[in-house]
């Protein structure tokens, strides 16, 4: 059975830093990235950012480029998103998740969700 798991989350002021983590159990069949989203209160879900298991391309939202940054270490089987200079508007509760396919930045490329971890910033 597939798990990701996200940890690293929590409260933080604006423009300080956190740095998430998803760790990945068992095989995930067929995937070839992966990525995080986040949903805001009231909000749909929205794509973040996303990387491949080869680290040979990487893919950001306009919104959070420049400041977060996504890495792998294939030998752990996790993810991280490092954020930094967060913003208020950066509250959400972030995803994890295992997908292929085209596009990236599509939830429906995504096969394999983690069960969230909030992120508050406060102004």
């Known amino acids: 059975q597939v798990q990701l798991v996200e940890s690293g989350g929590g409260w933080v002021q604006a423009g300080g830093s956190l740095r998430l983590s998803c760790a990945a159990s068992g095989r995930i069949v067929g995937s070839s990235y992966m990525g995080w989203f986040r949903q805001a209160p009231g909000k749909e879900r929205e794509f973040v950012t996303a990387?491949?298991?080869?680290?040979?391309?990487?893919y950001y939202a306009d919104a959070v480029k420049g400041r977060f940054t996504i890495s792998r270490d294939n030998a752990k089987n996790t993810v991280y998103l490092q954020m930094n200079s967060l913003k208020p508007e950066d509250t959400a509760v972030y995803y994890c998740a295992a997908g292929s396919g085209w596009p990236v930045r599509s939830q429906s490329m995504y096969r394999y969700w983690g069960q969230g971890t909030q992120v508050t910033v406060s102004s």
């Open positions: 990387i491949f298991w080869s680290g040979s391309s990487i």
